[in-house]
Nanobody, 117 residues
């Protein structure tokens, strides 16, 4: 079955960096685009970044993170990453990775990122 396991979250000061990882299993990872979302209490989950399948040549970012976050993938490790730099207070959220397969969407359990001084 499809499994997505996020890691790498934590507490970081404003201006700091974190790298999130999402380890995937149970499907042909190379074939599928992967996404990172985030959610704060009382708000809808929002798309942060997307990377296409295969070599990951196509990426998209939310305007709020462009130039600060970078999504990448390592097909040999079945893992997608989100490198976050110049973190701001408003980046505080639970971060989730997602894969869509046809009409189905699979989510990880999330990892908490807290940006605080």
């Amino acid at each position: 079955q499809v499994q997505l396991v996020e890691s790498g979250g934590g507490l970081v000061q404003p201006g700091g960096s974190l790298r999130l990882s999402c380890a995937a299993s149970g499907f042909s990872f190379t074939l599928f685009g992967m996404s990172w979302y985030r959610q704060t209490p009382g708000k809808e989950r929002e798309l942060v970044a997307y990377i296409s399948g295969g070599t990951g040549i196509n990426t998209n970012y939310a305007d709020s993170v462009k130039g600060r976050f970078t999504i990448s993938r390592d097909n040999a490790k079945n893992t997608v990453y989100l490198q976050m730099s110049s973190l701001k207070l408003e980046d505080t959220a639970v971060y989730y990775c997602k894969v869509r397969q046809g009409v189905y969407a699979y989510w990880g359990q999330g990892t908490q990122v807290t940006v605080s001084s």
